[in-house]
């Protein structure tokens, strides 16, 4: 909703709304976001941007029916799309190199939050999200933290994917989180792309 009543470089927008975004935004601890909007509003209004204060407050994501929801990882949408990917084939005694191509699935998803404890139900939704793909993105952009248990959980859950075939890339992780995969053992079963800060 706060999206929508603050249009980029329309003056005609109270900047109540601009400031109220922004301190949603401060509330939810997503200073990037919060710096990409306070951007916005500079241009809109050609003044300075207001800066990044951490908030004192927390909340609690709600779900529909009201009540606090309990987990502390978010699964967003899945997007899907395919790509065809070649595969070298060698005929007998010949050694002739053909060329054979075949459809894959991608899926892509944004993991954020903390993953913490065991990680399952964080495994089970990405589980749901991802089903049938054979080339799984998993966007860590907004990723905040990861405990040892969970990391254990998450590469038995990468070592089962690569067993089945498929390909699984944690993309825009933080340098922190990339180093704590490849120490547990989860870069040896997965791709792993640090984001650029």
Known sequence: MLRDATPSSDRGVNP?????????????????????????????????????????CDYKSLQADGSVASRNTIVGEAFRDSVVSSVMTYAGDSQLQALSSQLSSVATVELSGQILGDGKEAIELLDAKLADADIMIIS???????????????L????????EGRQVQFSDVHRLVAA???????????RITIRNE
């Open 156 to 163: 038995n859950w990468v070592t089962a994917r690569e067993a």
């Open 16 to 56: 109540g709304w601009w400031k109220l975004r922004m301190e949603v935004l401060r509330v939810m601890h997503r200073p990037d976001e919060f710096e990409l909007v306070a951007l916005d509003y500079c241009v809109t209004y050609e003044v300075s941007p207001p800066s990044w204060d951490s908030a004192r």
């Open 140 to 154: 860590c952009a907004r990723l905040i933290r990861i405990d040892f248990t969970a990391a254990g959980t998450v």
């Open 180 to 190: 704590f995969f490849n120490v547990i053992g989860i870069s040896e079963h997965a």
